[in-house]
């Protein structure tokens, strides 16, 4: 044989012998690995979801505060101009819809602080509520 070949025979040698001696080792290694594993506990589950939450707190969602809606036909649309007054289907009183993301999350009438637009939430939905209006 040319001294390559030894070489790679030698090299498959030692390999074979590596694996040879890994495999008493990996035979222990699944009743090793169980017992690293703590069981699923109330308390442990605390833990973990408050660290869930810390982690979604920074993600930014768009929050929208809906004061009425209208359909108008396209002529009409074309007719608007500055000054134009366009009637909605809400009522003057009635509370505005917040939304996150689309999804009505509360209720709530506006307010003025400091020359700026608010709303202060008076009813904010439940999540059964919130369910309910999604599978619609």
């Known amino acids: 044989m040319s001294e390559d070949t030894d070489s790679i025979m030698d090299d498959w040698g030692a390999a074979m012998a590596e694996q040879t001696a890994a495999e008493p080792v990996a035979a222990a290694a699944p009743a090793a690995s169980q017992s690293i594993f703590k069981e699923f506990t ?3 589950a605390a833990a973990e979801t ?5 982690f979604i707190l920074d993600i930014p969602v768009q929050l929208t505060v809906e004061l009425g809606r209208t359909k108008i036909a396209i002529k009409n649309l074309l007719q608007l101009a ?3 007054v366009v ?9 505005m819809d917040i939304l996150i993301n689309g999804c009505l999350i509360a209720q709530g009438e506006v307010v003025v602080v ?14 059964a509520e919130r369910i309910r209006k999604l599978n619609k």
């Open 42 to 44: 109330q308390s442990g």
């Open 82 to 84: 500055q000054g134009s």
């Open 87 to 95: 009637e909605l289907a809400g009522m003057a009183g009635e509370p």
């Open 114 to 127: 400091n020359d700026k637009f608010g709303i202060r939430v008076t009813d904010i939905i439940s999540p």
């Open 50 to 54: 408050h660290n869930d939450i810390d």
